[in-house]
């Protein structure tokens, strides 16, 4: 199991949502992060695939500090930084496309993924 999750974390891309845009491997994962306000103080945080005008919640969690997972996605609550991670892992190109991230539905971050065929090229 450690060797698998070392496989995986080295197929990943890792993106700043300041960024906008983030490319991932098919079969790897990709990993960045939502920041939110602290002041706020969020019920929840949520994380949702756009379709047109709506978002479609993949996954929503009000747990700090804690990892909460379905199917293929991951989040992270990191309340004393005010951000959250969100992994997606085993990535397909059909998983391309623009997601959004945010506490509460006040706000939300915007994030393209690009799925590129292969494997994340040795440098």
Same mark, same amino acid.
């Given at each position: 199991?450690?060797?698998?999750?070392?496989?995986?974390?080295?197929?990943m891309?890792?993106?700043?949502?300041? &960024?906008?845009?983030?490319?991932?491997? @098919? #079969?790897?994962?990709?990993?960045?992060t939502? !920041?939110?306000?602290? +002041?706020?103080?969020?019920? &929840?945080?949520?994380?949702?695939?756009? @379709? #047109?005008?709506?978002?479609?919640?993949?996954? !929503?969690?009000e747990? +700090?500090?804690?990892w909460?997972?379905r199917?293929?996605?991951?989040l992270?609550?990191?309340?004393?930084?005010?951000?959250?991670?969100?992994?997606?892992?085993?990535?397909?190109?059909?998983?391309?496309?623009?997601?959004?991230?945010?506490?509460?539905?006040?706000?939300?971050?915007?994030?393209?993924?690009?799925v590129?065929k292969?494997?994340?090229?040795?440098?």
């Amino acid at each position: 199991m450690k060797i698998l999750l070392i496989f995986i974390f080295c197929l990943m891309s890792v993106g700043d949502v300041a &960024s906008r845009e983030v490319t991932g491997y @098919s #079969g790897g994962g990709i990993l960045f992060t939502c !920041k939110y306000q602290k +002041e706020s103080e969020p019920k &929840s945080l949520y994380f949702c695939r756009s @379709s #047109g005008s709506d978002c479609d919640e993949l996954m !929503k969690t009000e747990a +700090e500090d804690k990892w909460r997972n379905r199917g293929g996605f991951s989040l992270f609550n990191n309340s004393t930084a005010a951000v959250f991670r969100v992994l997606i892992t085993e990535l397909t190109v059909e998983d391309a496309g623009r997601y959004q991230c945010g506490a509460d539905k006040d706000s939300s971050t915007s994030v393209d993924l690009n799925v590129q065929k292969g494997f994340l090229p040795l440098q």
